[in-house]
């Protein structure tokens, strides 16, 4: 079983998500990928797990104001919408983590919001140095996530300062923040479709690992894996 894991720019930071994903399938071969790629895209891979990051650039994500935008990288950009064209091709399962939702997003026409502060979201992003933040999702009923977690709301962490703005085609809110920001993206109708799973928060930073908004989401991304590969 061979997982395509996108790098996510820091060394430290991507051993976080490796020994994360390791965790509930040491066997797996977790593979770091990252830009300019192979031209064999997916091929041979199981999974594909979408990392956080920088910023999509506004080019792409039409967040505005531009100026608000941090830390873009168009060939990773261009580099993970591929991917995400090859997982669709193949029928790949797909996992989103904060950058990797709103990559998703975008990827199917959605747009970003710039910066959250800018438009009154304040309680999001966590200040470097800092120890992280949290808050309470709302996990909406006849969801993905809300089968997985058998939760109607839980606790997550929070690193992000832009979100899903509009919508991409084919794509559901299945939970929000207590102040309306989607936290989590799935598919409106999954039918013929990949296994799709995009969340805002960090469950690889996460330490309470009883918590099923960082079990629940690992251990149903791996499923899909397992019954892609076999």
């Known amino acids: 079983m061979k997982i395509a894991v996108t790098h996510c720019g820091e060394e430290e930071k991507q051993s976080v998500y490796l020994d994360w994903l390791r965790s509930f399938a040491p066997n797996a071969a977790w593979v770091t990928v990252a830009a300019p790629g192979t031209e064999e ?125 509009e919508l991409g085609g084919g794509l559901a809110v299945s939970s929000c923040s207590e102040d309306g920001v989607p936290e989590s993206l799935e598919w409106s109708e999954k039918e013929g479709k990949p296994f799709l799973l995009a969340v805002q928060w960090h469950p690889e930073r996460m330490a309470d690992r009883g918590n099923p908004f960082t079990t629940a989401v690992a251990e149903a991304f791996v499923r899909a894996v397992q019954l892609n590969a076999y």
């Open 41 to 165: 895209g997916l091929f041979g891979y199981h999974g594909l797990v979408l990392t956080g990051g920088g910023d999509v650039d506004p080019f792409f994500s039409k967040a505005e104001p531009a100026e608000l935008v941090r830390a873009c990288d168009r060939e990773r950009d261009t580099f993970e919408f591929r991917l995400i064209g090859e997982a669709m091709k193949h029928r790949v399962p797909m996992l989103g983590i904060c950058r990797g939702m709103q990559v998703v997003n975008v990827y199917f026409g959605g747009t970003l919001t710039a910066d959250l502060v800018h438009d009154e979201h304040p309680d999001h992003e966590t200040p470097s140095g800092r120890s992280g933040r949290t808050h309470t999702v709302e996990v909406y009923a006849a969801t993905l996530l809300r089968s997985l977690t058998g939760a109607e709301e839980g606790t997550v962490n929070t690193y992000h300062h832009q979100a899903v703005k």
